[in-house]
């Protein structure tokens, strides 16, 4: 499987985590805890990833920059998300930044991505950038 498919999938069960906890943090606590440096911090929704110039295409850190949007736009209030249709509609976004990217990709190298990607010719921050705007539609 490609790994920017590794990126949406690891998002996804991160969020429902921080669902499920109301805990923002709760990935990167563990390393936090243990005071291993830069450890599990991209995996915060509470901290800033900036988005201009992202370009960590590993799949935990590829979409920081969407992690920090949604912390601060989108999982404000964890105890009502439980019982709302937020984790469909956030899978049927990911599903339509997945599709895109498949696109983009498919038009600049003619190949599919979703067998195989390699992550040095990945744009995280365009990535990023069409997935977080997918979000605000979507969300």
């Known amino acids: 499987m490609s790994l920017f498919i590794d990126a949406y999938r690891e998002l996804f069960a991160d969020i429902v985590a921080v ?5 923002l943090d709760i990935m990167w606590k563990p390393a936090k805890e243990k005071e291993v440096e830069n450890a599990g ?14 370009d ?21 209030n964890l105890a009502a998300l ?3 249709d937020f984790l469909s509609k956030l899978l049927n976004a990911f599903i339509q930044g997945i599709d895109l990217t498949r696109e983009d990709f498919i038009k ?21 950038r069409d997935l977080i705007n997918i979000l605000e539609r979507a969300l």
């Open 56 to 76: 960590s295409p590993a799949p935990f850190y590829l979409l920081a920059p969407t992690r920090t949007y949604l912390g601060k736009h989108q999982l404000k």
């Open 82 to 84: 439980k019982d709302t």
């Open 41 to 54: 911090e991209v995996r915060s929704f509470s901290l800033t990833h900036q988005l201009e110039g992202w």
């Open 108 to 128: 600049q190298y003619n190949e599919d991505p979703t067998k195989y990607i390699p992550m040095y010719e990945v744009n995280a921050e365009k990535i990023n």
């Open 19 to 23: 669902v499920d906890t109301q805990d």
